[in-house]
Nanobody, 117 residues
Framework: QVQLVESGGGLVQSGGSLRLSCVVS????????MGWYRQAPGKGRERVAT????????SYADSVKGRFTISRDNAKTTMYLQMNSLKPEDTAVYYC??????????WGQGTQVTVSS
């Protein structure tokens, strides 16, 4: 089963930056489009950003467009999310997974991002 390990979260002040990483155990990582997702307390899981399997195509939720940048390194089976100009409403647990993900796909533990005002 594929393992996903997210890291890089933390506590940051509004306007600050964080860089999240997602290491994927799957050797065929390069065939999957991937995405970052987040879930805030009491809310459903939200898609934040996606990247195509070769990294050439990226998409962002309107709420993060212009502030977040998704990227990937297929040689390292790792995906990143550079988050700048963070806002309190970005506070959530951030997860990575395939895009689109399937009902039976496994999830990692996620990484907590907390932005203070």
């Amino acid at each position: 089963q594929v393992q996903l390990v997210e890291s890089g979260g933390g506590l940051v002040q509004s306007g600050g930056s964080l860089r999240l990483s997602c290491v994927v155990s799957e050797s065929i990582f390069s065939i999957y489009a991937m995405g970052w997702y987040r879930q805030a307390p009491g809310k459903g899981r939200e898609r934040v950003a996606t990247v195509s399997n070769d990294g050439s195509t990226r998409s962002y939720a309107d709420s993060v467009k212009g502030r977040f940048t998704i990227s990937r390194d297929n040689a390292k089976t790792t995906m990143y999310l550079q988050m700048n100009s963070l806002k309190p409403e970005d506070t959530a647990v951030y997860y990575c997974n395939k895009f689109p993900y399937s009902y039976g796909d496994s999830w990692g533990q996620g990484t907590q991002v907390t932005v203070s005002s």
